[in-house]
C-alpha cells in the first residue's frame, strides 16, 4: 500500500479472561480503501473490531489511528479522533426512537446529512418515531449502518453490516460505503456475506483461530479461495 495509512495494527493480541483469541494480527488501509477480514464463525473477527475500536484491550501490539497510537485509549477518546464502529451485536439503543438513534451518532450532523440514507433506506425515515427495539433485526443492522455512515469519520468499522439484509438494502450499503470511500474514509469490513465483500475489497485479511492466514490485495484472491476460507 502507496498512501500513509488511516489505520494499522500490528502484531494485535487480545482474548477474554485467560483464554487468548487474537494471537498476533498485523494489518492497514488507506484512505479511500476498504479492508475486508474474511473467516468462519468464531475466529476472531469481531474480536478484532473491539481492540481496534477500544472495547477489547490489546494485550500486546499497536495501533495507530491517522498516525497517532490510540492502542491505550478509550472508544470515546478514539471515537474522538476519528473512528466510527458500527458492532455486530445490539447495535442501535432498543428504548430509544429511530430518530434519538440517529441524533446519538451524529457529532455536527444536520437532518441533510441524513438525506442520502433516507433515499436509500426510505424505512428509516418513515420510522423516526417509532422505538428501535421494535424494529426488526435487518433493520436495525440498516439504522446502526447509516448511523454510524453519518458520522462522516474518516475511518469507519463495520462488523457483518449485512447480516440479515436483504441483498437489495445490501446493494444500497455498498453504493453508500463507495461514495463515503471516493470522499477519502477509510473501511474495516468484517463479512461473511462473500458476494458484498467481492464488491467492496481493496485488500483482504483472512482469519483462522485469531491468527492471519492470508493477505493480500483483492486482486490476488478469487472467489473460490474466499469461500475456500470461510467454509473449510
Ligand atoms: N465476551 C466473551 N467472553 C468469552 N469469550 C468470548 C467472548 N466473545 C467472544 N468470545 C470467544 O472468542 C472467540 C472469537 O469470537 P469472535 O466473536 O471474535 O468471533 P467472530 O469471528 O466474530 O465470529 P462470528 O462470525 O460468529 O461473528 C470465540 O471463540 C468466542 O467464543
Ligand atoms: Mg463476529
Not at 4 to 25: C, H, I, Q, T
Request: aromatic share 6%; net charge neutral; with cysteine.
Amino acid at each position: 500500500m502507496s498512501a500513509p495509512a488511516a489505520l494499522a495494527f500490528k502484531d494485535l493480541a487480545s482474548g477474554y479472561g485467560s483464554a487468548e483469541v487474537l494471537r498476533g494480527l498485523s494489518g492497514e488501509v488507506a484512505p479511500g480503501q476498504v479492508l475486508a477480514v474474511i473467516g468462519r464463525n468464531g475466529v476472531g473477527k469481531s474480536s478484532l473490531l473491539k481492540v481496534l475500536g477500544g472495547h477489547l484491550p490489546a494485550w500486546r501490539g499497536g495501533i495507530a489511528l491517522l498516525g497517532k497510537p490510540v492502542e491505550r485509549l478509550r472508544p470515546a477518546e478514539r471515537h474522538a479522533l476519528g473512528l466510527a464502529y458500527c458492532q455486530q451485536e445490539r447495535p442501535v439503543f432498543d428504548s430509544l426512537s429511530v430518530r434519538d438513534n440517529l441524533a446519538l451518532g451524529m457529532k455536527a450532523a444536520s437532518p441533510a446529512d441524513m438525506k442520502p440514507f433516507f433515499e436509500r433506506f426510505p424505512v428509516l425515515e418513515r420510522r423516526l418515531a417509532q422505538q428501535a427495539g421494535t424494529l426488526s433485526g435487518g433493520e436495525k443492522k440498516i439504522l446502526a449502518f447509516s448511523r454510524c455512515l453519518a458520522e462522516a469519520q474518516p475511518v469507519v468499522l463495520l462488523d457483518e453490516p449485512s447480516e440479515g439484509v436483504q441483498w437489495e438494502n445490501i446493494l444500497h450499503m455498498a453504493a453508500l460505503i463507495d461514495a463515503q470511500r471516493a470522499r477519502g474514509v477509510a473501511f474495516v469490513l468484517v463479512e461473511q456475506n462473500i458476494e458484498f465483500a467481492t464488491r467492496l475489497a481493496d485488500h483482504y485479511l483472512v482469519i483462522d483461530q485469531g491468527r492471519c492466514v492470508r493477505h493480500g490485495p483483492a486482486a490476488s484472491m478469487d472467489r473460490e479461495e474466499l469461500l475456500r476460507h470461510l467454509h473449510v
